[in-house]
């Protein structure tokens, strides 16, 4: 008998009966208005030591962005390849990924995504490789990391996110959940921010509208 | 080979572990308690958590099943191991095949349990720790002492002299600040250059094929997303029926396990992703004794385990012994129960009575697991195992619990012994209490035992019995 057929044999000589469905008497819907929900959100990543900026519309993205990288003398962005033409400030070079090696995705200080989905109660950004993210290195390799996250994208709990991510997951699509910048409390449980992923996540809220609109 | 009591004897003799250890876990608990009362229904998660486990283990051939088709047609490839060996087998001869000649690893404390790393190094492989606690473990060639924070027995002046040494950093300073940076920079090179990666799970999705890692540093997403092949390893107790079952497992883990509402960074991805990630991805699926504790009704329950540690932190025992006297990857009131199931009761040493039975850690578990239920049945295990030896037949315990019994179980010798304890009661008594009891020294020095009544209950009842 092989290994497989071995351990699936021990598995159904000890098995039990099955069980019932467990019972979910958690919180499962979101019971926030949007503004609320908007003001959770921001109030939790700010927690974490992430920058916070609201935007009206998605047109005043590129302005914010420009006023990110000014501030944290940001002077080169990498995007994937379809990051809206409205987030990208002239003034600031910026490279596409399409397909860069990980040592020149490493020298570009700062990467510009957007996101899948956003959770206020633990200030989480989700991203699945979808709209506006490419892929998984752009956002890990770089020391900043800016996020624009639209107020629509953002629930308040960890099951209504689990739900909207459901068909992405069935898709097979790769998630990073990210929850402030990396972190690490090995050393006497004293936590420091900034270890091997981003030092430091920008967040940049969009109220109106969507992450679907039209690719320029 | 030592014992769990002559362990924790060498490890209470140094008090600056204990005082780490202490600073450690007091501030890991003021951090766990803070988020887990922010959740008004922590008892429902609670609830939800330990039924899915208990419903996944009532299923595991058929997760199991599903959960290999599902990485399959996602283009990964799905290991099956009976035993460490087998898995050791299995991941170098995948790390072979690629001829790096490092891999990177994300903590895992499974790669541990089959003792991975030796195995590499024999065939000249060399494995790189990437998570902070384990690379300071590495270093300083010890062992882990604590399932989530390591190198949690040392001190920023203890890390600073072993960075000092082997990263020939000198000017650095004990500011944990610095420390990290130094690890980030040590390690940077390495994330960008090795090809190859093995990493743990923290769960696995059988209706998606997904598998998770959950962490704070980064080390794990660079682990999971730069090398070309990344090969996972995972105990099969942690496949989860369904995609739903994460929105559980995603609010117990990090608040039960840092005290955090969520961890900086979770991964979650399905076989490989044409342009995004490794293009071969392998999963060995690790049995190792699982399916024995697995066929152990009461004992079952030790595989709900999620590897938070927060029975460790809550544990009396685990605060003032420390992690190395548990001898084993998994410490405090969870390696009790596990370390003897998968390694065999007799081999394990005494890790099953290291405990008060005080129940804290049963209350303090995310997924509920009865510790010291299973401890007390290992514990039966343990004894009726060592009385099937003459050794044991001959122990002053046997002996005594044999004509226990015989006594117990007749009227006259019963009535007799307690006539017979009255006197030694009237004998020895002092404030209500035996002093000594002759035989059993070292036992009674730490008992107090109430002095047998003058009179017993029986011969009282005689006495009064024709007034009545």
């Known amino acids: ?216 | 080979m030592s014992d769990f009591p002559s362990r924790a004897h060498t490890s209470l003799k140094n008090a600056q572990m204990r005082r780490n250890v202490r600073k450690a876990v007091t501030t890991i608990r003021t951090k766990t308690g803070r988020v887990i009362a922010e959740r008004a229904d922590w008892q429902q998660l609670r609830d939800a958590g330990s039924a899915i486990k208990t419903e996944a283990l009532g299923s595991l051939d058929t997760l199991l099943i599903q959960l290999e088709e599902r990485i399959q047609a996602a283009g990964g490839v799905v290991h099956w191991a009976r035993d460490a060996a087998e898995a050791r087998q299995i991941i170098v001869g995948l790390v072979q095949a690629t001829d790096s000649p490092t891999v990177i690893k994300i903590k895992s404390m499974t790669t541990d349990e089959i003792e991975l790393n030796p195995a590499l190094e024999a065939a000249g492989i060399r494995p790189i720790e990437t998570d902070l606690a384990d690379m300071i473990v590495q270093l300083a060639n010890e062992k882990p002492s604590h399932l989530l924070v390591p190198a949690i027995h040392k001190n920023r002046a203890e890390i600073r002299s072993l960075f000092q040494a082997e990263m020939s950093r000198p000017e650095l300073t004990d500011n944990p600040r610095d420390l990290t940076d130094a690890a980030r920079t040590y390690l940077r090179d390495h994330f960008t250059h090795t090809r190859v990666a093995i990493s743990g799970a923290n769960f696995a999705v059988a209706e998606t094929g997904a598998v998770g890692v959950v962490e704070s540093e980064g080390n794990g997403r660079m682990c999971l997303t730069l090398p070309d092949t990344l090969i996972s390893i995972m105990g099969i107790e942690k496949v989860l029926p369904r995609w739903q079952d994460l929105e559980v497992f995603l609010q117990l883990l990090p608040r039960a396990a840092t005290g955090e509402r969520m961890n900086p960074y979770n991964s979650i991805w399905t076989g490989v992703t044409p342009g995004d990630g490794p293009t071969a991805f392998h999963l060995v699926l690790l049995d190792n004794g699982r399916t024995r504790i697995l066929a152990d009704q009461i004992a079952r329950q030790t595989l709900h385990c999620i590897r938070c540690s927060r029975c460790l932190n809550v544990c009396p025992v685990y605060e003032r012994a420390g992690g190395h006297a548990y001898d084993s990857m998994y410490q405090g009131p969870i390696g009790a129960v596990l370390t003897p199931q998968l390694r065999g009761l007799a081999e394990a040493g005494s890790p099953a009575f290291a405990s008060s039975l005080c129940g804290a850690c049963h209350e303090a578990c995310p997924v509920q697991i009865d510790i010291p239920r299973i401890l007390v049945h290992l514990r039966g295990a343990a004894v009726e195992a060592s009385r099937a030896t003459l050794g044991g037949k001959l122990s002053a315990e046997t002996l005594a619990m044999a004509s226990a019994a015989r006594i117990f179980g007749n009227a006259a010798m019963f009535g007799f012994t307690q006539d017979a304890a009255g006197l030694l009661g009237a004998m020895v008594q002092q404030d209500g209490l035996l002093p000594r009891l002759p035989g059993l020294g070292a036992w009674s020095l730490s008992r107090e035992l109430p002095a047998p009544a003058r009179q017993s209950f029986r011969a009282w009842w005689k006495q009064r019995k024709p007034q009545a």
């Open chain 1, 1 to 216: 008998m092989n290994a497989r057929e071995e351990i699936l044999a021990r598995i159904r000589a000890s098995s039990g009966p099955p069980s019932p469905a467990p019972a979910r008497d958690y919180q499962h819907a979101d019971a926030l208005s949007p503004g609320e929900t908007l003001s959770k959100f921001a109030g939790r990543i700010t927690d974490y030591g992430v920058l916070v900026t609201e935007v009206a519309n998605e047109t005043a993205v590129a302005d914010a962005v420009r006023e990110i990288c000014a501030a944290r003398g940001i002077g080169h962005l990498v995007t994937s390849p379809d990051c809206p033409g409205p987030w990208q400030p002239q003034d600031v070079m910026i490279t596409t990924d399409r397909g860069l090696s990980i040592e020149a995705l490493a020298a570009i200080p700062a990467a510009l995504t957007g996101a899948a989905c956003a959770i206020a109660e633990t200030g989480t950004v989700i991203l699945d490789g979808g709209f506006a993210q490419g892929r998984r290195a752009i956002s890990l390799l770089a020391d900043f990391h800016l996020c624009v996250v639209f107020a629509a994208q953002i629930v308040e709990c960890v099951p209504a996110a689990i739900a909207q991510m459901a068909p992405a997951a069935r898709a097979g699509r790769p998630f990073t959940f990210i929850s402030g910048p990396s972190a690490t409390a090995d050393i006497e449980f004293d936590r420091v921010q900034g270890v091997h992923g981003p030092r430091q996540l920008d967040v940049i809220i969009v109220r109106t509208g969507a992450a679907s609109a039209p690719r320029s």
